[in-house]
């Protein structure tokens, strides 16, 4: 038996565009027992753009929802994506180009999981001289040696010498997650409106935001700020305002606090910011008079789905807490959990973030981190999954996870990522929001009201997104107050 390794297939070109040159074999140069293979890694992303190739969004291939959780025990990649990997093999490895696919049987044995490593094997296994056409057993095999797919190819292999070069693919990306606000606002909206104070809307942003979402039927705003600024800007932004309660107050401050007064008295259920710094937000409500406050720090949840990771996750805190203690971390972790159940996650996987994975003394976010984990053991902190120190892409990529040997529950599907403060979690938001596409909502928790709590420059969108988040914690307190 011989075997075709890559290099036989495959050698480096020329400097260039295209960095590798393919080589086929043709029928007469292959016997039975020759064999070929590759190595793949599933990545969220893998299945991702198999399902817009394929319109196949199952939940338990896109992490939605309880599925993904009962049976496989987590997200599966579609079985064709191995399939994929056998033909990707057949057309570049053996016979390689020129190849003609025939026909393929395949065996489906076990759930292939993001960050499973395959091995994609194909061996010949008969030869039709007449018809030039080959059989070839084909394998994927993971990292613990189980078999996950077998089956048999039949393809008519090249008579001609074809080499070509390997020219790089084009970008594919799945999208955004555009369908994740309708989806929202379809499931909010069914439960009401709820009277909501907008503090200080004297910008076109912030005032169009919170009409957005008495459109959309999820608020029904209270506009506290000076009132011949409200309405001026509304004139100049074209929104109408028309038969909309204004709380007339002479500035940003005396908004904050009339909001939070009316607030304490249950006159709204939620807070709204509109055109002023979160500072003279947060102070109008962390003020004993308002009665606002409850046993925990307050935190803030940015909840965020980007097209590179398969479902929504948080990232908290980000604009509240600038460096938090480890008892503050602590309420910071029971409010996201608290978030991660409002919107259907029953128990949160909690990634605490550090540069490294490992404890170390000269680094206080890890010792936070291991603490936090002892804490959650101890049933201090309950609801959710906790591990960590995680570093960033341990905590999202299985993968990276499994090349640096972390056995973690949390490792690579977080649903929550705690950052050690607020410069690196404000960071991180804003380049995921920025450079990675991500949908955004932020949200204010451990009040006795959720505060809807949005960037001056941040777009309707978020503003709308971030008043449906706020709606659902609102109807959820009726039944649980915080």
């Not at 990997?85 to 999981?113: C, D, E, K, M, N």
């Not at 169009?208 to 600024?229: F, H, Q, S």
């Not at 307050?298 to 805190?317: E, G």
Request: charged share 20%; with cysteine.
């Amino acid at each position: 038996m011989t075997t075709t390794s890559p290099d036989a297939i495959v050698s480096a070109a020329p400097p260039g565009p295209a960095a590798f040159l393919l080589r086929n074999r043709i029928f007469d140069e292959i016997a039975v027992g020759d064999s070929a293979s590759i190595e793949r890694t599933l990545t969220a992303q893998d299945i991702r753009l198999f399902a817009v190739l394929a319109g196949d969004a199952h939940p338990q291939h896109m992490g939605a929802g309880d599925v993904a959780s009962a049976g496989m025990h987590g997200v599966i990649a579609q079985g064709m994506w191995g399939g994929a990997l056998i033909s990707a093999v057949l057309g570049t490895r053996l016979p390689g180009p020129g190849t003609v696919y025939l026909g393929q049987t395949l065996r489906f044995l076990q759930p292939v999981h993001v960050g499973d490593r395959l091995t994609i094997a194909v061996t010949v296994s008969g030869r039709d001289e007449e018809r030039k056409q080959l059989t070839l057993a084909c394998t994927c095999v993971n990292q613990h040696g189980q078999m996950v797919i077998d089956g048999e190819a039949r393809v008519l292999a090249p008579t001609v010498r074809i080499e070509r070069t390997a020219t790089a693919l084009p970008e594919m990306r799945a999208d955004a997650g555009g369908d994740g606000l309708p989806r929202l606002l379809a499931h909010v909206r069914p439960l009401g409106a709820i009277r909501v104070a907008v503090v200080h809307p004297c910008d076109a942003l912030s005032l169009g935001g919170a009409l957005d979402a008495r459109a959309a039927g999820i608020i029904e705003p209270v506009l506290i700020g000076p009132a011949a600024k409200i309405r001026a800007t509304a004139e100049a932004a074209r929104l109408d305002i028309t038969g909309i309660a204004i709380e007339d107050v002479p500035h940003s401050h005396a908004a904050a606090a009339r909001a939070a007064e009316m607030a304490g008295l249950g006159q709204v259920e939620a807070l709204m910011k509109g055109s002023l710094h979160t500072d003279e937000l947060m102070s109008a409500v962390l003020d004993a008079r308002a009665g606002l406050r409850t046993r925990r720090r307050l935190s803030h949840c940015f909840l965020m789905q980007t097209p590179h990771y398969p479902r929504p996750f948080i990232i908290t805190d980000a604009a509240i807490n600038i460096a938090p203690t480890l008892e503050e971390k602590a309420d910071i972790i029971r409010n996201a959990i608290e978030l991660a159940h409002a919107i259907g996650v029953e128990q949160p996987k909690v990634a605490i973030l550090a540069a490294v994975e490992t404890v170390s003394p000269r680094m206080p976010a890890t010792l936070d981190a291991a603490a936090l984990c002892k804490m959650a053991d101890r049933g201090q902190i309950a609801g959710g999954v906790l591990d960590g120190p995680l570093a960033f892409d341990n905590a999202v990529s299985a993968a990276a996870a499994r090349v640096k040997g972390i056995d973690s529950p949390v490792a690579g599907q977080a649903d929550v990522l705690v950052v050690p403060d607020l410069e690196s979690g404000n960071m991180l938001a804003k380049q995921l929001e920025y450079l990675g596409e991500a949908a955004t909502a932020g949200i204010v928790l451990g009040a006795r009201v959720p505060i809807m709590l949005t960037s001056r420059a941040d777009a309707r969108d978020t503003r709308l997104a971030s008043c449906a988040i706020g709606a659902l914690l609102a109807h959820r307190w009726r039944r649980t107050p915080p």
